[in-house]
Nanobody
Framework: QVQLVESGGGLVQSGGSLRLSCVAS????????MAWYRQAPGKQRDMVAG???????NYADSVQGRFTISRDGAKNTVYLQMSSLRPDDTAVYYC????????????????WGQGTQVSVSS
């Protein structure tokens, strides 16, 4: 069973920084794209940042220049370094990954973490 587990959320003042981590575990053959999404109360879940297996990144306009996504292939881990945080960054942050479990005989599947709360006070 493949699982994604996030950590690193919390409460921070406006202008502060946080680093989120997400570890993929279980029977994993390969991991393709990894990404971070967020969902604020009453709003839809939106992509924040993504990274391919070759390291190509993309960001939402709202976080460009403030957030940095990275990954460690050996550890099956993706990170989100968040700086210059603002109150409108407050949301539950979810890790997402496209993973081929077990072997090449299995199809790639979408996996989500359980989410971690990030709260930014003004």
């Amino acid at each position: 069973q493949v699982q994604l587990v996030e950590s690193g959320g919390g409460l921070v003042q406006s202008g502060g920084s946080l680093r989120l981590s997400c570890v993929a575990s279980g029977s994993i053959y390969s991991i393709d794209r990894m990404a971070w999404y967020r969902q604020a109360p009453g709003k839809q879940r939106d992509m924040v940042a993504g990274i391919t297996s070759s390291g190509i990144t993309n960001y939402a306009d709202s976080v460009q220049g403030r957030f940095t996504i990275s990954r460690d292939g050996a550890k099956n881990t993706v990170y989100l370094q968040m700086s210059s945080l603002r109150p409108d960054d407050t949301a539950v942050y979810y890790c997402y990954a496209i993973i081929r479990p077990h072997s090449l005989a299995y199809s790639r599947q979408n996996y989500w973490g359980q989410g971690t709360q990030v709260s930014v006070s003004s």
